[in-house]
């Protein structure tokens, strides 16, 4: 094309030289022959100092400022007063084509999603259309995609008329306050613009609100074919936009809750999207929008406008909100689990953006919003605190991953969010969290991948590994969705038999908890009769049951009948065992075995697939649906083992034959049934029983009964034995702890390697419980660092420790320890040393609010008084008691430690809040038959 004819398109003057232009570029590096290369002034380099390299690639003329100083290169030197300005006219000149319609949509946030919707509508109407922005370019037929959300004049101008050739007919394009103030749309023949919303960003560039706005507004100085605005009126500055329009001899089509053309009268949200009550211009319309968020509400009214300013008939262009998908990573629903649950992919990588996608969701979530995110690295570290602490707050489940580390150590960047979340789950690799977390949804739980989006890259040390958060949900979806069980496998394991087929996706035994998808197990009890509420259980969403019979309301296709459904149970955990990969971990003790287990669970967590016991379920029916609910896909599985009896811990180890063994400490629990503690020694050691001789065996050497398991793993031929304490000796030894309020940091030698972690759970008791999971972490050679990193993570569970700062009835406040979960003699003596340990402010006062200790038989007495020593070496300054053995050590306490006795829970709980003082520290516990929660639930809501 002729240099002068372009010139005469941007209004300059021609010169007498008058050459073939063969192409346009702003880059001098891309220029080459006959090229007209546009000198563009930048905040960090000038073209003009660029335009000797474009002459040395072949350049023939320069679009130059009027007043720049410039070498001798031969070239064309064409002067202007807006570089910028020209060669966007000149670029639209060169290519000459574009599709016949093109709407432009400007605004902080939506952009993406409207001009994406803009398109999908076209599409449903029949016309071929386009969008271009910060996705690239999308159709239906190809899709190119990009990173800038209004591409440079000549990109633009170049993609424009490639879409022209290739048949579009129809495109929106983003319009950034960038791209509008530099000129990069000019010469797009518009035929209608939009203006979504305007918040505080891009300060950097503009400076102030009042430029940002003004840049946006400059998208309306253009003339427009339809002569129409399309503009959101629930802004507070609609007004203003609106004034500005009308002042140019625009049209307005507003939308919105306050809008009259497009107004939305009323939205009925749900899991998967919402229902919109609309009236277009006057006419009502009831819509199935399905994407989640009002904000996609407005979005996609936006879009509609836009078709509609472009001269679609609004009647018809209405249903196309109905098949609308949300723009690539844009609060993009991306999958389902079977149970219900939804999962969403959105970019969300900003402290606001991440509040406002789950402040969108909240409305639309029946159970859970759970959100997997991280912080890219080699940006503001000022960032990662404020969306650890937005994740806490908004959401239910919070999984704290990697995003793209970059050049950053992945492990800092999550350390620097992970304070401020206590919920948060720290699994680092993304993949797996996600996986995790899919894995875990429960029916009515929303999901949301936050930070990447539509990107398919993770970039970690300057390589960019492939990587999307659409497509690793889709495969955690599939894998988490391939059924525990079939019925067909059920039978053959059981020996049963079964006149239909199903498949299960979970095990239950109580129809209160049971969720859909599950296998409900009639079992029989001294209580109850698991048969009576088979019905019920396939009414609820069961997908089958295991029963002796076919009950009353069941369906014989929907039963597996077996002779006992125990025994069932119990073959199906044998095959669990065996059919996948799983490294076995079982864990028991007197005491610390829930919270050894919930340590490996969060370390393990981090980095493999790890199933657990959920609450306690370790007893002859709990171990056994443990094992049974293991996925064949599992890296790891951490099994709480318990008894009451000798023999029954022999009977769970012949099903879950523990790779690993750990037993936390031996001491009174259960004496009610165990004549001496030497017996209930033996009967916790039968864990070996079920072990290879090359089993690795971890024993707590500060325990009393050290030796005497020792001894046990020797009788059985176990090779690998090793012992943790704090004797600098064992295998794995504390080298030096620091409590602070509620944390603990702790530094231990494991086989010879110091390694440092934090702690949430208070105590030494604690302390020498993570020894043992470290050590075992060390032999199942994971990453350590990941790993201690997760168990950092755990926070107190209910009744365990857990502290508050509550207010006194009269004035002041006071620090409350909530242990009310259960005790035994080991545990009470340990929460005591802990309360002991913690110093009073002013004139408070420790005090050691204590129920009964159950099932130590005919040793109770003489055990709770045995407390005694312990209250008085740890300094503490009342006992309040509960109960008839409690009230046994009260009587013996010095006059001035007794502070008040009652013989249940709920007597204590009238009366106690009325005695605590500013500053004293509270400790309350016992068994959880002994009801002491409820004086925990009184000083934390002041319920009497």
Not at 350 to 362: C, I
Not at 502 to 526: M, P, Q, V
Not at 624 to 647: Q, S
Not at 912 to 923: E, F, R
């Amino acid at each position: 094309m002729q240099l002068n004819d372009l010139l005469k398109a941007a209004g300059l003057a021609p010169v007498s030289d008058n050459v073939e232009i063969s192409g346009i570029t702003a880059d001098s590096r891309k220029a080459a022959s006959g090229f007209l290369f546009a000198a563009l002034p930048g905040s960090k380099a000038d073209g003009a100092s660029f335009v000797q390299d474009a002459a040395d690639n072949g350049a023939r003329a320069a679009l130059v400022p009027l007043n720049a100083e410039l070498p001798n290169t031969g070239m064309i030197y064409v002067r202007c007063d807006d570089v910028r300005k020209s060669l966007a006219l000149i670029a639209a000149a060169f290519y000459g084509k574009q599709p016949q319609t093109v709407v432009a949509v400007t605004g902080t946030n939506g952009k993406t999603s409207t001009a994406n919707f803009a398109r999908q509508i076209w599409d449903f109407l029949g016309k071929k259309s386009a969008s271009v922005g910060t996705l690239g370019v999308i159709s239906s037929d190809f899709s190119s995609y990009g990173s800038l959300t209004t591409p440079d004049p000549v990109l633009l101008h170049e993609t424009l008329s490639m879409l022209a050739d290739k048949g579009i007919e129809k495109t929106a394009i983003e319009a950034s306050s960038h791209g509008i103030d530099q000129h990069r749309i000019d010469g797009v023949r518009l035929t209608a613009a939009a203006f979504t919303n305007i918040t505080r960003d891009h300060l950097d560039y503009h400076k102030t609100m009042e430029n940002y706005l003004e840049a946006k507004l400059k998208l309306f100085d253009r003339p427009l074919s339809s002569n129409t605005a399309v503009l959101n009126a629930d802004i507070p500055e609609f007004d203003r936009i609106k004034s500005y329009c009308l002042a140019r001899g625009l049209k307005i089509i507003d939308y919105g809750k306050n809008a009259e053309a497009l107004k939305l009268v009323d939205t009925a949200l749900d899991i998967k999207g919402q229902t919109l009550h609309l009236e277009i211009f006057g006419k009502k319309h009831t819509v199935r929008l399905p994407l989640a968020g009002t904000f996609q509400a407005m979005n996609a009214l936006c879009a509609l406008g836009l078709v509609i300013a472009a001269g679609e008939d609004a009647q018809q262009a209405v249903k196309g909100l109905e098949i609308l998908k949300g723009a690539p990573g844009r609060m993009e629903h991306v999958a389902d689990r079977k149970n219900g649950a939804a999962v969403y992919v959105d970019y969300a990588h900003t402290p606001d953006a991440l509040e406002t996608v789950l402040n969108a969701l909240r409305p639309h979530t029946q159970n859970r919003l759970c959100v997997v995110f991280g912080c890219g690295g080699d940006r503001d570290p000022g960032k990662r605190p404020q969306m650890g602490e937005i994740a806490d707050r908004l959401a239910d489940v919070v999984y704290v991953t990697d995003d793209n580390p970059r050049t950053e150590k992945a492990n800092a960047i999550r350390d620097q969010i992970l304070p401020a979340c206590p919920k948060g789950i720290d699994i680092g690799n993304r993949a797996l969290a996600i996986e995790t977390a899919v894995s875990e949804l429960r029916q009515g739980d929303i999901l949301i991948l936050a930070g990447k989006g539509h990107e398919t890259g993770q970039l970690i040390n300057g390589v960019v590994y492939p990587f999307d958060d659409r497509e690793e949900a889709k495969k955690a979806v599939l894998l988490a969705d391939t059924p525990l069980w079939t019925s067909d496998e059920i039978v053959t394991v059981t020996k049963g038999k079964c006149d239909g087929y199903f498949e299960i996706f979970g095990i239950s035994i109580d129809t209160r908890t049971l969720e859909k998808g599950d296998l409900f197990i009639a079992l029989k009890g001294d209580k109850s009769d698991g048969h009576l509420y088979a019905a019920d259980a396939l009414k609820k969403g069961a997908a089958g049951i295991l029963a002796s019979y076919v009950p009353e309301g069941v369906p014989a296709e929907k039963a597996v009948l077996v002779e006992d459904p125990l025994k069932a149970l119990e073959n199906m955990a044998r095959h669990a065992r065996t059919r996948g990969h799983a490294k076995v971990i079982g864990i028991t003790g007197s005491s610390g075995k829930t919270s050894t287990k919930e340590m490996l669970r969060y370390a393990l967590t981090a980095v493999g697939r790890t199933h657990c016991t959920q609450g306690n379920l370790n007893n002859q029916i709990g171990m056994p649906l443990t094992l049974a609910r293991m996925p064949k896909t599992t890296d790891f599985a951490v099994i709480e083992m318990g008894m009451n009896h000798t023999g029954e811990m022999h009977e769970l180890t012949m099903l879950a034959h523990p790779d690993i063994a750990v037993v936390t400490m031996v001491g009174s629990a259960h004496r009610e049934f165990f004549p001496t503690e030497e017996d209930t020694v033996h009967a916790k050691a039968e864990i070996f029983d079920g072990m290879d001789r090359n089993g690795r065996v971890f024993l707590n050497a500060d325990n009393r009964h050290f030796s005497l398991l020792k001894e046990e793993t020797e009788k059985r031929g176990l090779t690998y034995v090793y012992f943790f304490g704090k004797n600098a000796s064992n295998d794995i030894s504390l080298v030096k702890s620091r409590e602070e309020m509620n944390k603990t940091y702790v530094k231990a030698k494991v086989f010879n390697t110091e390694y440092s972690w934090t702690l949430k759970l208070p105590g030494e008791h604690q302390i020498l419980n993570s020894l043992a999971v470290a050590g075992v972490l060390k032999v199942l050679n994971v990453d350590m660092e990941t790993a201690l990193q997760g168990l950092s993570q755990l926070p107190v569970p209910k009744g365990r420790g857990q502290r508050f700062v509550l207010p006194c009835v009269d004035r002041g406040t006071f620090i409350l320890i909530d242990d009310a979960y259960n005790a035994n003699p080991e545990s009470m003596r340990a929460a005591i040393k802990v309360l002991g340990g913690l110093v009073p402010d002013g004139n408070g006062r420790r005090i050691a609010v204590l129920g009964d200790m159950l099932e130590l038989g005919e040793f109770a007495p003489s055990l709770h008084k045995g407390l005694a020593v312990d209250l008085i070496e740890n300094n503490i300054d009342l006992l309040y008691a509960v109960g008839e053995n409690t009230g046994l050590l009260f009587d013996q306490m010095p006059p001035q430690m007794r502070g008040r006795k009652e013989s249940t829970a709920s007597e204590m709980a009238k009366r106690i809040a009325c005695d605590i003082k500013d500053g004293d520290i509270v400790l309350v516990k016992g068994s959880f038959g002994s009801r002491m929660a409820e004086i925990v639930d009184v000083l934390k809501n002041g319920r009497k």
